[in-house]
């Protein structure tokens, strides 16, 4: 069974539920940068940017997409291209399983992924974010890459909300409960 590729989802926060957002009262801007809703970002000390493939340290992920600086159109002309990620600490986030192909990444059984009995709970792994293919700019877990390290595996759920969406060992592409490792976390100001 192939599980449905999608960004991360936000799930909880460890030991707390407020949402932490960084930016403050101004944001963070994009500038040229270009990412997703949803993407896991860095930040270079002047801009956000999307996290690339063995990225050892995030700051947030970016509920809205990037933007050019000089947008016009509501909702983004109030803010143009400024963020409010919402930061990494203690933020536990699903996130499916792949590995690199090239520039893309495998998907599905025909296409040699990876899965859910693939990763093991409390280990850490990699990441890998396609920049080519249908799937070019989501970040997948990446069980091959197991010394840039970013993300420790929480939990691999088998039941959702929906129960069609069900997981086993052999799902491919399976998504788990991740968290960025503490050490990993960008300190924004």
């Not at 590995?99 to 599905?108: A, E, F, I, K, M």
């Not at 709970?121 to 974010?129: L, M």
């Not at 929906?162 to 991740?178: C, G, I, M, R």
Request: aromatic share 6%; glycine share 10%.
């Amino acid at each position: 069974m192939d599980k449905p590729i999608q960004m991360p989802v936000i799930v909880k926060r460890r030991n707390s539920n407020e949402v932490f957002t960084l930016g403050g009262e101004l944001g963070l801007p994009n500038g040229a940068n270009t990412f997703k809703a949803g993407s896991i970002v860095v930040f270079d000390g002047t801009n956000l940017a999307a996290i690339a493939t063995q990225a050892v340290s995030a700051c947030g992920i970016s509920p809205d997409a990037s933007q050019t600086a000089n947008v016009v159109s509501a909702p983004y002309a109030l803010k143009a291209d400024r963020h409010w990620p919402f930061s990494l600490v203690g933020l536990q986030f699903l996130i499916n399983i792949g590995h690199p192909n090239g520039t893309d990444v495998h998907v599905g059984q025909a296409g040699g992924a990876k899965q859910l009995s693939d990763v093991t709970i409390g280990t850490s792994y990699g990441v890998v974010v396609p920049t080519t293919g249908t799937y070019a700019g989501i970040p997948f877990i990446d069980p091959t890459n197991t010394t840039q390290l970013l993300f420790t595996v929480i939990d691999k759920p088998t039941v959702f909300i929906n129960p069609e969406s069900k997981q086993t060992a052999a799902t491919y592409n399976a998504q788990v409960l991740v968290e960025v490792i503490p050490t990993c976390v960008q300190n924004i100001g």
